[in-house]
Nanobody, 128 residues
């Protein structure tokens, strides 16, 4: 069982930066693929970024490539999302999620339904 708590959201002007954190409970944190997703009203949850259990592999959505960076600190049971050059279209509720499945070959890191645990979300609002 993993519990996730996000923090770091807020209101920022376009072009600004925010750093989201997601603190996890559970001794097996380091075994999980971790992801960030976002959602706006009336839309499906959208993949943003993911990171492998060791941190050696990261995956980014095309919409955030070059602007957002995901990282993790297994010693602190925390995953981060550094968001730079923010745009109004980045406005959403951001969720972190943990995926404990074992895959052989292809890893469906972008599929929300593959993630077992979710945080409560943190609001990010980017003003123009």
């Amino acid at each position: 069982q993993v519990q996730l708590v996000e923090s770091g959201g807020g209101l920022v002007q376009a072009g600004g930066s925010l750093r989201l954190s997601c603190a996890a409970s559970g001794r097996t944190f380091s075994r999980y693929l971790l992801g960030w997703f976002r959602q706006t009203p009336g839309k499906e949850r959208e993949f943003v970024a993911a990171i492998s259990w060791s941190g050696s592999r990261t995956y980014d959505a095309d919409s955030v490539k070059g602007r957002f960076t995901i990282s993790r600190d297994n010693a602190k049971n925390t995953v981060y999302l550094q968001m730079n050059s923010l745009k109004p279209e980045d406005t959403a509720v951001y969720y972190c999620a943990a995926n404990g499945h074992t895959y052989v070959g292809f890893i469906p890191y972008y599929r929300a339904q593959e993630y077992d645990y979710w945080g409560q979300g943190t609001q990010v609002t980017v003003s123009s």
